[in-house]
């Protein structure tokens, strides 16, 4: 019965945030799109970032860190709970509805520059480098589009009409965010968090 509730709870939420998921998923794939784009197109300011951001992560990151010791799981572990924080401040920057978007452009753009390794070539040159970068992506937009589009609609919902939102009912005092749409949002972030593990769990293990 208990999952059966949650399951049922998490299908309504959904459907009220289908606005909010959407056009940030819309955003996601513009920006993706592009960053893929240039990259292959031998945009340097792209191949530049990319190799700045990749170059970092291998110096700094605990996860790579980990990976390169042969701590998968570790590694795994370690970035699923960065991506759950990071999936979390998604979802509360969706407030301020423009800033939810801007993330997911930023974030959709760094997944698209990805798209070449170090030495510029294409990792979609081959089936299997292909099948890893699309599925890893995949499994990683997927929870973050869900937050990001939660967010963005607590501030559809705080702001926009409750005849246009659905939103009616008792709001947070000085945020105007209706309670529903809090809750709306906090059972949509429960669901991310086993899709956030397995991406991890895939890009680490694969």
Known sequence: MRIRYALQRIRRSLARARLGIVTVAIAYL???LSGGIMVHAGNQFALGYRDRLVGKAQKESPILAQSQKGH???AASLDAGGNAAAGLASLL???CVPAGYWIALQRGWVGGVVSVDGAHRSRLSTRYEAFYYF???ALQ????TLAGGAGVNLGFAAFG???WTGYH????RFLRIPYQALRDAAWIYLFTLPFFAFASWFEFTM
């Open 135 to 137: 599925t890893t992506l």
């Open 161 to 163: 009409k409750p005849s």
């Open 30 to 32: 513009l920006a993706l």
């Open 141 to 144: 937009l997927i929870p973050y």
């Open 72 to 74: 998968h799981l570790a």
């Open 93 to 95: 920057a969706g407030y």
């Open 169 to 172: 009912g008792a709001r947070v």
